[in-house]
């Protein structure tokens, strides 16, 4: 038996060699002649995202352009309609294009204007309060919220957010709660409405413990009552009886306020601004699909399409056509899965994307849907499907009507189609991978950076960048009108989180109520409850601030509470959120009440404790820093906090660079016109020195060394600091000497010594954040061994040096990273002050990558030098910049001791 | 009864092996030639309501099928997000190997040759609207596919302008596109280099943007009497020479005959519209202020 089993194996064994050397066999007869069988593949990642980014001149040809076009007798071409297959958007106007202009609407904007401004703190809005009598047992301000009761609060909450998610998913994903209290006549009397709600709902909470709250929540009903209460407050009498008036308006809001999904979607999922607004939005859809309205999608894209719509202070009629856009794809079918399952948020921000007549037109997204349909991943790189062209092939700028303008009749004004066919640069090509992902349905957002535009999709819970050169990334869809990163992920969080933030914005409700009631006391404890059982529900803290501004604005012990909390939670993850909380609500009111220094920074130390990296992404701690010292009432304090900051952060290696740039711009902001600012400036320049020389470079830490003294000696030379640009450069020298080249250039100099060893150097770019981290060899350039600096030559901007002293000048030598083109026209410029510049006669002449321009028959006198050429912008990097010539100083001492 | 058991495992795992031993793409790929091209269905196997209908339509109840004979046929599932099983699923197709470039859109149909280029794609829901229309389209890109290699064979056969007229002619066809190296790794003309490179024209164009537009006119009436260029590289050198001409005031007329000569150099491609439209935008207004100047 053994025998045959062996006997077997080996049989088997032979026969899958032999199978397998037949295959080689048949592989190799058959591979066509010229191929190898072994022809190596590239890998790839196993959902294959199309890879466009070989869309060369042939690949467009394959947009099959004889659909739709025919030939007139004259052999010019007119369109037919067969173009429109593919883009069934209801009450779409064949003649769209003839009415529009041409193609204004479709140029690519300067980029530099995609990055949004930051935004000014929103003022924080008091809860008016209604005139009834004053219960003093609520007239006072309850003291720090106990430990027990935290954790009380944190349970509760979690058992509620349990019970509303059980009850969704035994209900296929929602609560299937009706109550049919307001008939739709009755809405036109909003105020006796809100009565009835106010006596029940007041009812039911008693003296607003904590035990009648979390009894009141588990009911659905209440939470009904509760919802329907907030929308007329939010709305105000006259907004209700306003939607009333609409078609259909008075039977819309039955509807709405008798389903408990419909209006917790609604007033709990994102901002409520303009909601009046968005309600008669609402009307104007349900009138027209309100058979439709039975289905909970419908109901879902209508509400966020309208809330959006009106938030954004977009027209009714695109409101219109959007929502017909998003109701007939998801009807037929056409969206991606992932869109059926989205929640309200979700949906507001791709139902509410913005450019309505561009990248947002039915049109547009139609084309997108029908040519660009891909798996979620794959939109984070459908930007490449589009040539980056600055001029087209006709030589017209993108940012030129002209750009798009022959095409737009072919395209039928269609923006994305258009670009797909003539191309565009960063704002075409992240608004086309953007909107690719939103016609489907799928999350995104384009964003803009310094000078760029970039954009991000959503992948499952995952926000990922496309496209992306910076570290800034100021978002183009916020719910709170705050753009960086860490927003959009503190959004993502709070809403991925969501039963337990119906939770808490259930509590913001009730504390907003109870606050209008003038029950301070109960609102000031549902404010807590609110912020507790949820941590990341922003909206809650700035309400919450703003009552304690309005109602306890001296307690020191209630700010002081509510900043630890912050501290504690929010700050854990969203380091950028809790600062600019902290900055724009908290310190401002709590640093007044705080007069011992070592209690202000034992504050300030718990917030650094939290920050070891950048959290979701790095941010500007700049303003948190200013917040934090401008709340030091003198100089001595000021000093003592920035050492104090400076010892935190510079164990930070993130930080450590963003703080010595900081430093060394608030130096720069201080006025010199006293005395006491200019002693102040002094030794603010000694302290951040000071630190840096502390900074090891071993081994390991070397890059983080080189990256700090890197950002620092940037911001100097954009604050035209030479002193500090030279004690940074010479510090790197000495503890990175391995990260500088050892260049021996052999030039041809000029007379005289080289006076611009101990100057500053500038370039006319702007650094991206690969080139940031290398700037001391910015101050290498002016060495004998040689660094880099990028060249870049723009009208009056170009190399500019500032000299130690004013010296007679001879000559200027430049050395480029590569050969230089000899037909480039280069000029000198000279100044006193750096401000008000003279143009030299000088003799420039290139010889490989060296320039050398004579000044000696001029021989002027200066204490700043730039370099300036016409033409393009760019050149190959300089590594050397030698002026040379004679301090004046030197001068006069020589011809007084001759 | 051992030996039956024996010759069963031999002839199974030799059926078996090259399915064990490679993904089916490289299978397929291995059975193309210059007749025979291998057709990728890809689909959205896992998000799309679309690709799943298509694919009910396409292959399972294969209404695609008579429009692919003559051409390997391959199914590729793609994933969005996938799971463990769906990765497998994936690999199992398609190995390590990366979809060719130029999809922009599932489903689609792509035609790709032995070498993995793809040489023409079926995609949209315009033109995947059905089988019908799909396949016709597909049938069509095959047909233009053999022709195309024919005269890429004689042009790497051929040399001097006859190479280059075989390879315009070949990068002439309507369906297909060209492949990478036309004529072989390491090996490229003018043409070659141009043909599959976007930004080789544009940068003809701008040198043209520094001319007189007499040396312009010269340059671009040399450029085409070569006779060596496709129908698109010469619409994109005349639309380079007409943008100059306009933005250096050149005059009605002289436009009108310019874009005329764009236009029908191949009225149905984009260029075809592009020179259309740009009549209508700047030639029609300068003909009629001029019009009204005259009355």
Redo the contacts between chains.
């Keep these: 038996m053994s025998t045959?089993l062996v006997?077997?194996l080996a049989?088997?064994l032979?026969?899958?060699v032999?199978?397998?050397l037949?295959?080689w066999l048949?592989?190799v007869a058959?591979?066509?002649s010229?191929?190898s069988?072994s022809?190596p593949?590239?890998?790839?990642p196993?959902?294959?995202t199309?890879?466009?980014?070989?869309?060369?001149?042939?690949?467009?040809?394959?947009?099959?352009?004889?659909?739709g076009?025919v030939?007139d007798e004259d052999?010019?071409?007119s369109m037919n309609d067969?173009d429109m297959?593919?883009m069934d958007v209801e009450g779409e106007d064949d003649t769209a294009w003839e009415g529009a202009d041409?193609g204004d609407g479709a140029i690519e904007q300067d980029p530099n204007s995609y990055m949004p401004q930051p935004a000014p703190p929103a003022p924080l809005r008091e809860i008016a309060e209604a005139d009834v009598p004053e219960d003093p047992a609520q007239q006072v301000i309850p003291g720090v919220c106990p430990t027990a009761r935290v954790r009380s609060i944190e349970r509760n909450a979690k058992k509620l957010a349990e019970a509303y998610e059980r009850l969704e998913k035994s209900n296929d994903g929602r609560t299937n709660f009706r109550s049919e209290d307001y008939a739709p006549d009755r809405w036109k009397q909003p105020d006796v409405i809100y009565k009835e709600l106010l006596e029940k709902i007041m009812g039911k909470l008693g003296n607003g413990s904590d035990e009648a709250i979390w009894a009141f929540l588990a009911e659905p009903a209440n939470r009904l009552d509760l919802a329907r209460i907030t929308l007329i407050r939010k709305i105000g009498y006259e907004g209700i009886r306003r939607i009333t008036e609409q078609r259909m308006g008075s039977a819309m809001l039955f509807e709405l306020t008798s389903d408990l999904d419909w209006i917790n979607g609604v007033m709990y999922s994102g901002p409520t601004d303009r909601l009046g607004q968005g309600l008669i939005y609402l009307a104007a859809i349900y009138s027209r699909y309100s058979e439709d309205m039975q289905d909970p999608v419908a109901r879902r894209i209508a509400a966020t399409t309208a809330t959006e719509f009106a938030r954004e202070r977009y027209s009714e009629a695109d409101m219109l056509a959007r929502f017909a856009y998003y109701f007939s794809s998801f009807q037929e079918?056409?969206l991606?899965?992932?869109f059926d399952t989205l929640q309200y948020w979700e949906t507001r921000i791709v139902t509410g994307c913005r450019e309505p007549s561009g990248w947002g037109s039915p049109q547009s997204l139609a084309w997108q849907?029908?040519?660009?349909?891909?798996?979620?991943?794959g939109y984070l790189g459908?930007c490449n499907?589009l040539?980056y062209?600055l001029?087209n092939?006709?030589?017209?700028s993108v940012f030129s009507a002209?750009y798009l303008?022959?095409?737009?009749?072919?395209t039928r004004n269609t923006t994305a189609w258009a670009h797909r066919?003539i191309g565009g640069v960063c704002g075409a090509c992240s608004h086309y991978g953007a909107y690719g992902a939103l016609a489907v349905g799928i999350p995104a957002m384009t964003m803009g950076e310094p000078g760029h535009c970039a954009y991000t999709v959503r992948?499952?819970n995952d926000w990922r960048m496309s496209y992306s050169i910076y570290w800034q990334h100021g978002m183009h869809k916020t719910f709170w009108g705050l753009h960086d990163w860490d927003f959009l992920i503190l959004m993502q969080d709070l809403y991925t989180d969501r039963h337990k933030t119906v939770v808490s914005d259930q509590l913001l409700a009730l504390a907003e109520l109870m606050a209008s009631r003038r029950m301070t006391k109960s609102a000031l404890e549902c404010f807590d409850a609110a912020v507790i059982s949820q941590p990341l529900n922003w909206p809650a803290w700035v309400a919450y601030a703003a009552y304690l501004k309005q109602k306890a604005p001296e307690n020191r012990e209630k700010w002081q509470d509510y900043h630890d909390r912050v501290v504690e939670t929010l700050a854990e993850k969203f380091h950028n959120c809790a600062a600019t909380l902290l900055s724009r609500y908290v310190y401002p009111h709590l640093l007044p009440l705080v007069p011992n220094r070592r209690d202000r920074n034992k504050m300030f130390a718990a917030f650094f404790k939290q920050c070891d990296s950048y959290g979701t992404n790095r941010w500007d701690i700049g303003p948190l820093l200013t917040a934090h010292i401008s709340g030091c009432p003198n100089t001595e304090e000021q000093l003592a906090y920035m050492k104090e900051a400076l010892n935190v952060l510079m164990d930070k290696p993130e930080y450590s660079g963003a703080v010595l740039a900081w430093g060394l711009d608030y130096i720069a902001s201080i006025s010199t016109s006293t005395e006491e600012n200019e002693r102040l400036q002094e030794e603010f320049s000694e302290l951040i020195v000071k630190t840096m020389s502390r900074a090891r470079a071993t081994r390991s830490t070397i890059d983080a060394t080189w990256a700090a003294l890197g950002e620092a000696i940037y911001t100097s030379a954009t604050n035209g600091d030479r002193r500090t640009f030279q004690a940074i450069g010479r510090l790197a020298y000495r503890k990175c000497k391995k990260k500088f080249p050892r260049n021996r250039f052999r030039f041809r100099g000029f007379p005289g010594r080289i006076v611009s060893a101990n100057g500053l150097i500038r370039t006319a770019t702007t650094l991206s954040p690969g080139q940031m981290p290398h700037c001391c060899l910015h101050w290498a350039v002016l060495q004998k061994h040689g660094g880099n600096i990028p060249a870049k030559f723009e009208g009056n901007s170009g190399m500019t040096v500032e000299l130690e002293d004013n010296s007679r000048l001879s000559g200027v030598v430049c050395l480029f990273g590569e050969n230089a083109r000899r037909d480039r026209d280069f000029k000198i410029e000279v100044s006193d002050d750096g401000q008000n510049w003279a143009p030299v006669r000088a003799t420039c002449e290139v010889s490989g990558a060296v320039l050398r321009c004579d000044l000696r028959d001029a021989s002027p006198s200066a204490r700043f030098v730039r370099l300036l050429r016409e033409g393009d912008k760019w050149e190959s990097s300089v590594v050397g910049f030698y002026v040379y010539g004679k301090r004046l100083r030197e001068s006069a001492n020589t011809a007084s001791e001759d | 009864m051992?030996r039956v058991?024996?010759m069963f495992?031999?002839?199974a795992?030799?059926?078996?092996?090259?399915r064990l031993?490679?993904a089916e793409y490289?299978?397929a790929l291995?059975?193309?030639?210059?007749r025979k091209p291998v057709v990728l269905f890809c689909y959205?196997a896992?998000?799309?309501?679309?690709?799943e209908?298509l694919r009910e339509d396409f292959v399972s109840r294969r209404q695609i099928m008579r429009y692919v004979r003559g051409a390997v046929f391959l199914e590729v599932p793609?994933?969005?997000?996938?799971n463990e099983r769906?990765?497998r699923e994936?690999?199992k197709v398609?190995?390590?190997?990366?979809?060719?470039?130029?999809?922009?859109?599932?489903?689609c149909l792509a035609v790709v040759d032995?070498?993995?280029n793809l040489r023409?794609?079926v995609?949209?829901?315009?033109?995947m609207?059905d089988a019908e229309t799909a396949g016709t389209?597909v049938q069509q890109i095959i047909e233009d596919y053999r022709e195309q290699e024919e005269l890429l064979k004689k042009a790497r056969s051929a040399s001097g302008p006859r190479q280059t007229a075989f390879l315009a002619e070949a990068?002439d066809m309507?369906?297909v596109?060209?492949p990478?190296n036309p004529l072989?790794q390491g090996v490229s003309t003018g043409l070659g280099s141009?043909?599959?490179?976007?930004t080789?024209?544009?940068e003809v164009?701008?040198k043209m943007?520094e001319m007189s537009l007499d040396a312009a006119h010269r340059f671009v009436r040399a450029f085409i009497s070569e006779g060596c260029y496709s129908r698109?590289?010469r619409q994109?050198i005349i639309?380079?020479y007409?943008?100059?001409v306009?933005?250096n005031g050149g005059s009605a007329a002289r436009l009108r005959a310019i874009y005329?000569e764009m236009?029908?150099i191949d009225?149905?491609?984009?260029?075809?519209?592009?020179?259309?439209?740009?009549?209508?935008?700047w030639v029609l207004p300068m003909e009629q202020r001029a019009a009204g100047s005259q009355q």
Excluded: C
């Excluded at chain 1, 849907?369 to 991943?377: F, G, H, K, M, S």
């Excluded at chain 2, 896992?46 to 690709?51: A, E, F, L, W």
């Excluded at chain 2, 141009?194 to 976007?198: Q, R």
């Design positions: 045959n006997r077997l049989f088997v032979a026969a899958m032999g199978g397998y037949v295959s048949y592989e058959s591979a066509p010229g191929s069988p022809r593949v590239a890998s790839a196993v959902t294959q199309p890879d466009a980014s070989s869309s060369d001149s042939t690949s467009s040809d394959e947009i099959d352009t004889s659909q076009v030939i052999g010019g071409v067969s297959v593919g041409d079918g056409k991606n899965k992932i849907r029908d040519n660009v349909r891909l798996p979620a991943e459908a499907q040539v062209r001029r092939v006709a030589g017209d002209d303008g022959p095409i737009l009749k072919y066919e992948v499952g | 051992f058991i024996s495992l031999f002839v795992t030799a059926i078996l092996a090259p031993g490679a490289q299978t291995g059975k193309a030639t210059d959205g896992n998000y799309d309501r679309i690709s209908q793609v994933y969005q997000l996938p769906e990765q994936y690999r398609m190995g390590d190997a990366s979809l060719p470039g130029g999809i922009w859109s599932y489903p032995g070498q993995g023409g794609v995609q949209g829901a315009e033109q609207k389209a990068a309507p369906n596109r060209m990478a072989g141009l043909a599959t490179n976007a080789g024209m544009l164009g701008q943007q698109r590289q994109e639309a380079a007409a943008g100059h306009r933005r005329n236009r029908n009225p149905t491609s984009i260029y075809g519209a592009y020179a259309e439209g740009a009549i209508e935008r």
